[in-house]
């Protein structure tokens, strides 16, 4: 356990501090020291009445073993003041009224966090490839000193043509970014370089449509179930088979909450809907007949929404402009297939006689026993059957998504999943770093080796074991020093950087996108990312995915439709700073009976927001 102790000043960046602190030390729990008194990152209800009950009677309590989260607090009293001292393996003390702030927040962040940062690094002798960025999109930092570099030599020019930027702009973009955030190398040019790859791809939208990106909006609509579950799986998904009973209901709730947000945004707001974007679940995990319900549901709901908006273009090049989706103005329509147990080819061919135009066929990996173990009932060939199969069809845009970190999995198993994606040539590779949370780690750990015991099989027990022995012994150590004032300021301990194959496999996959010609064009990172990385989409020229550029960067307001679906509304900001942004969310729940019984309860929830729209 670490302890944190924060006068006043730095309280208020509690979260920031911890956050770049555990990027050092991963799955550290914290106690948190404030002028106001002490608690703990996941506090259990027990520590909450250990610790009020010390600080009443001015006694050590115990803690229920059974029932604390960490292994530190386990074996600890709690005492009146916080965790026994001998419990903590380092203190850290922020004392940021001594520290140069300004006052404004978002500058004194940064010199709070730059000067732990530097202080971090002497400590252990790391450099995180990130520096100290802990936010999860590291391009939002870049996207607008791109549109101002832009704009300013547009004004300059007095034209409206400049579209690129020049290398010195583009160094001294790089020169703020290391100054501000200690972020090089590496990670400096890949943020860099998709910024600008970004602006070039949103540009296509205007180009499309005569309309920019921050004029339109996007539609998610969640199919939460598929064929099996996924030990892995964090999102809300069920099982097809539960409730095909219930699919009706689900389907014209649906139409109902689509129907009211497209109403809302392109009859009252006039805003074009410019991507659709079908995911879940497994969208495919629908049978032929209710996918075709889906399919028309989208166009009767979707397919003529922009018309009136677009008519009164005074551009008549860009005005109804049909495009391959055969909706006006919808740009691109994309839909998971995900799992190939759940593709037929009539389901394709319903799908492309829809107009979707970008699909996704995941292997997530192409190791048969990693495959058995985190529960894809389908094997490595069908992943290829199904692939060709669509191409058959006449998928011209086909994404593949790979997760590095699996369970089981070392460098030579990702590798071999990467030659297997370099030999079939997706037009585009999404790269998932898994995000060590700490239960759903756990989970799938206790269920990886559940699935070697079952198999029974001695030596391959043995092996398993060796090689995490050798993983969790291997030679990332570097020393640290206690510091604060109730622990020893001398002692040492070694502590481990537990994930160094995991950067291995990032650079594998990066190298495989490469050979293809697949360009990075989108990233972001997860809070608890394995090594402190990153997901990383790459396209080739041209079939890069507008949705996921225009949602994770939070370019345009995307509203999402369906059980267990968020919603996210980009509003201008209350400052009245036309560069900034504000994002107001709302979401739908996790459950799909209460999305079935009272969708009116979700659409309820978003008309507030729709009025917040100008
Ligand atoms: S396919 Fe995706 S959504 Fe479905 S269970 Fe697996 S991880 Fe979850």
Redesign the pocket.
């Known amino acids: 356990m670490i302890r944190l102790i924060l006068d006043k000043t730095a309280e208020s960046f509690e979260q920031d501090i911890r956050e770049l602190i555990q990027e050092f030390y991963p799955g550290e729990d914290f106690e948190i020291r404030t002028e106001e008194g002490v608690h703990f990152t996941n506090t259990t209800q027990e520590e909450k009445n250990a610790l009020k009950q010390a600080k009443a009677t001015g006694e050590n309590a115990e803690v229920n073993k059974k029932s604390t989260k960490n292994k530190a607090r386990m074996a600890s009293e709690i005492t009146p003041e916080g965790v026994q001292d001998e419990k903590i393996r380092l203190s850290f003390e922020v004392a940021a009224s001594e520290m140069s702030l300004t006052g404004v927040r978002k500058d004194d962040k940064s010199v709070i966090k730059k000067e732990l940062y530097e202080t971090l690094v002497s400590m252990t002798g790391k450099e995180l490839p990130w520096g100290d960025l802990t936010g999860i999109r590291p391009v939002s930092l870049v996207s607008p000193m791109v549109e101002a570099a832009i704009e300013k030599r547009k004004t300059e020019s007095g034209s409206d043509s400049v579209k690129e930027l020049t290398e010195s702009e583009i160094r001294n973009i790089k020169t703020s970014l290391t100054k501000e955030y200690c972020i090089k190398g590496e990670k400096l040019d890949l943020m860099t370089d998709i910024a600008l790859r970004e602006h070039r791809i949103l540009n296509r939208i205007y180009d499309l449509t005569g309309r920019t990106y921050k004029e339109g909006w996007s539609l998610y609509i969640g199919i939460p179930f598929?064929p099996?579950?996924?030990l892995?799986?964090?999102?809300l998904?069920n099982t097809i088979s539960a409730w095909e009973k219930r699919l009706p209901e689900y389907m014209d709730n649906l139409r109902k909450e689509i129907k009211y947000t497209v109403t809302e945004m392109c009859g009252r707001h006039k805003r074009p809907l410019q991507t659709i974007y079908i995911g879940?679940?497994?969208p495919t995990?629908l049978d032929e007949k209710w996918l075709k319900v889906l399919m028309d549901i989208v166009h009767e709901e979707c397919g003529d929404a922009n018309v009136p908006i677009l008519s009164n273009e005074t551009s008549p090049a860009h005005a109804r402009k049909h495009t391959v989706t055969g909706m006006p103005g919808i740009v691109e329509f994309t839909v998971e297939a995900?799992?190939p147990d759940s593709i037929t080819k009539e389901k394709l061919q319903i799908l492309r006689a829809a107009g979707v135009d970008r699909i996704s066929v995941?292997p997530q990996t192409f190791n048969q026993k990693t495959l058995d173990l985190i529960?894809?009932k389908h094997n490595v060939e069908s992943v290829i059957e199904k692939y060709e199969l669509a191409r058959e069809v006449g998928f011209e845009n086909i994404n593949m998504d790979i997760i590095l970190g699996l369970s089981g999995e070392k460098l030579p198993e990702v590798t071999h999943t990467l030659c297997e994606i370099a030999k079939h040539k997706p037009d585009s590779l999404t790269v998932h770093s898994l995000a060590i949370k700490r239960a759903a780690r756990l989970t799938l750990e206790r269920d990886f080796w559940a699935g070697i015991y079952r198999a029974g099989d001695e030596n391959e027990i043995m092996a398993e074991t060796r090689l995490q022995e050798e993983a969790e012994a291997g030679e990332n150590y570097s020393l640290i020093r206690h510091t604060g004032t109730s622990v020893s300021d001398v002692a040492k301990e070694k502590t481990k950087f537990r994930y160094p194959e995991i950067t291995r496999m990032m650079m594998a996959a990066s190298y495989t996108a490469e050979v293809l010609n697949l360009k990075p064009y989108y990233l972001y990172r997860q809070k608890n990312m394995a090594g402190n990385l990153e997901n990383v989409g790459y396209s080739a020229e041209g079939k890069e995915c507008l949705y996921n550029i225009l949602m994770m960067e939070e370019k345009h307001t995307v509203i999402g439709c369906g059980a267990g679906c968020s919603s996210k509304f980009v509003l201008p900001s209350k400052d009245g700073d036309p560069t900034h942004k504000r994002v107001e969310r709302c979401d739908n729940g996790k459950d799909i009976k209460s999305y079935i019984e009272d969708v009116d309860k979700f659409i309820k929830r978003k008309e507030e927001l729709f009025s917040l729209i100008k």
């Open positions: 598929c099996t579950r996924c892995y799986c964090s999102f998904s879940g679940g497994t995990a995900g799992r995941n529960g894809r």
